[in-house]
């Protein structure tokens, strides 16, 4: 049996009917950019994460830069960001023209340490990016608390993490603001690219409302120098359907996750992702460790299933970022040579959970 690490096209299959009726609605009406595809989308996705504001953007790096942009950061602010964690969160303070400054993980939950933070603040910190990495919440009120303390801005990356929940409440209404992607493989993705921002902050609202189209509250009238970066109209009808799904998606991911932190935790040696008691994760990716990760990783194709590593090169190892070569985070090192990403996804069978995990006691055996 082949076991991809994630079933776009079931996905599809799942919601053809509905999905393929928005299509044409969206033909037929007309209009392609800044319609009411879009309108629907963002009161629908703004309630769903128990915010005042959604406001759709190109793809999720868009949405936090213009997140950024819109508190005023830019040259000569620093920005604390995970030393573990996708580029694009890194990227995103970089465009601002403010430095990324990085923060290690703790081990067991891959996220941001919040004991670590006040060490890397200085007078130029502005804000603190928190990553809900793999679908994982941030730990956030030690994080926010530190944050009043020092008056810093507290931007969530929620490109992760679509209805996750913190202490109750869901990711997308823990801080400032926070940058969501819908990139076709996120819980919640679209068919191309696509992004939002949501926050409870009247201000903030308006200011990435206008920064996303050219800098233009009304047509043809530009009030500061922004940007173009829209979610369209076929994309937002795309994600109202699949919006419907989101709970009942996640759902799925947690019965896989159940059963692969059931049935791997007697295998010596594999370290398997930790969840605090206040956190409600929605399982964008399921990540072991082992330190023989790449030999697990080429052992596991040969038996037809698919794994990814999120990420191999820790973005201040990254030929982007030159400048921060020789700077040590040991932490991110070692975990990115040791994590692998296990098939995960809402279409997965129970029939596949069971051939990757018996495959994996076999790979590790001897090893
Ligand atoms: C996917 C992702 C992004 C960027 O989203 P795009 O839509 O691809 O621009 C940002 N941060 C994290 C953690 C992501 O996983």
């Known amino acids: 049996m082949r076991v991809p690490f994630l079933d776009l096209k079931a996905i599809y299959s799942e919601l053809q009917e509905a999905l393929d ?101 200085t007078a130029r910190t502005r804000a603190i990016i928190a990553v809900h990495l793999y679908g994982q919440p941030a730990d956030m009120d030690p994080l926010r608390e530190i944050a009043s303390r020092h008056g810093l801005k507290v931007v969530e990356d929620a490109a992760q993490a679509h209805g996750a929940r913190y202490k109750g409440r869901r990711a997308g209404g823990l801080a400032d603001a926070a940058g969501f992607s819908f990139y076709p493989g996120k819980n919640l993705g679209a068919f191309g690219d696509g992004g939002a921002v949501t926050t409870d902050d009247d201000s903030l609202a308006s200011r990435v409302r206008t920064l996303r189209n050219y800098g233009s509250p009304v047509k043809y009238f530009h009030e500061v120098k922004g940007f173009n970066s829209r979610l369209d109209e076929l994309q937002a009808a795309f994600l109202r359907v699949k919006l419907t799904k989101l709970d009942a998606w996640n759902d799925r991911r ?31 990716l399921f990540i072991i460790r ?37 700077r040590s985070y040991p932490i991110s090192e070692r975990l990115h040579a040791e994590v692998l990403s296990l098939p995960m996804g809402p279409t997965m069978s129970e029939a596949e959970v069971a051939v990757v995990v018996s495959a994996i006691k076999d790979c590790l055996k001897g090893s």
């Open 21 to 121: 009726a928005a299509y044409r609605r969206v033909m037929a009406s007309g209009r392609y950019i800044l319609g009411e595809e879009l309108l629907a989308f963002e009161s629908e996705f703004a309630a769903y994460c128990g915010v005042k504001h959604c406001i759709g953007t190109g793809n999720g790096l868009d949405a936090l830069h213009l997140i950024l942009r819109a508190m005023d950061i830019g040259p000569g602010d620093e920005v604390i960001v995970p030393a573990n964690t996708f580029i694009a969160t890194w990227l995103a303070v970089t465009y601002s023209g403010a430095t990324p400054v990085p923060v290690e993980p703790q081990e067991g939950t891959y996220n941001i340490d919040p004991a670590r933070i006040e060490d890397a603040i």
């Open 254 to 284: 947690r019965l896989v996750a159940a059963r692969y932190l059931e049935e791997l935790a007697p295998v010596p040696g594999l370290l398997l992702p930790h969840v605090p008691p206040w956190a409600e994760p929605v399982w964008h």
């Open 290 to 326: 082992t330190p023989h990760r790449d030999l697990l990783q080429r052992r596991l194709a040969e038996r037809g299933i698919e794994t990814l590593i999120h990420y191999p090169v820790p973005p201040h190892r990254q030929g982007a970022y030159r400048e921060m070569h020789r």
